[in-house]
């Protein structure tokens, strides 16, 4: 079962500050879509590389919303396809994109 995002960690790191919540959530809602979709593009063309620094910035988010199983299977699909191309983790990977694209429209 996939871990589901939450905004603990947000929480944490706000003391309660609604404003600085609301402002991270809105910084997550622009640019995680962005960076999700440039991930794609690089799976698409075969581009590895660049498809593992795209993964690296969505490892960000990923952290922020509280999933850290996940982020070690980020970790793990950056790793494989920088070291030798290995994209035997997309379709887990892509799953937990799916999950977070899921929470953020319902916020």
Do not use: R, W
Not at 42 to 65: G, R, T, V, Y
Request: glycine share 4%; hydrophobic share 35%.
């Amino acid at each position: 079962m996939i871990e589901q995002p939450n905004l603990s960690y947000i929480h944490s790191l706000s003391g309660g500050d609604k404003t600085f919540e609301d402002k991270l959530i809105a910084i997550i809602k622009t640019e995680f879509p962005e960076e999700k979709m440039a991930y794609e593009k690089s799976i698409q063309s075969n581009d590895f590389k660049n498809a593992a620094e795209n993964i690296h910035k969505l490892k960000h988010k990923i952290s922020i919303l509280g999933l850290e199983k996940s982020y070690e299977v980020a970790t793990e699909f950056e790793n494989n396809l920088n070291d030798n191309n290995d994209c035997s983790l997309k379709g887990d990977f892509d799953a937990i994109m799916q999950s977070i694209t899921n929470y953020l429209n319902t916020l």
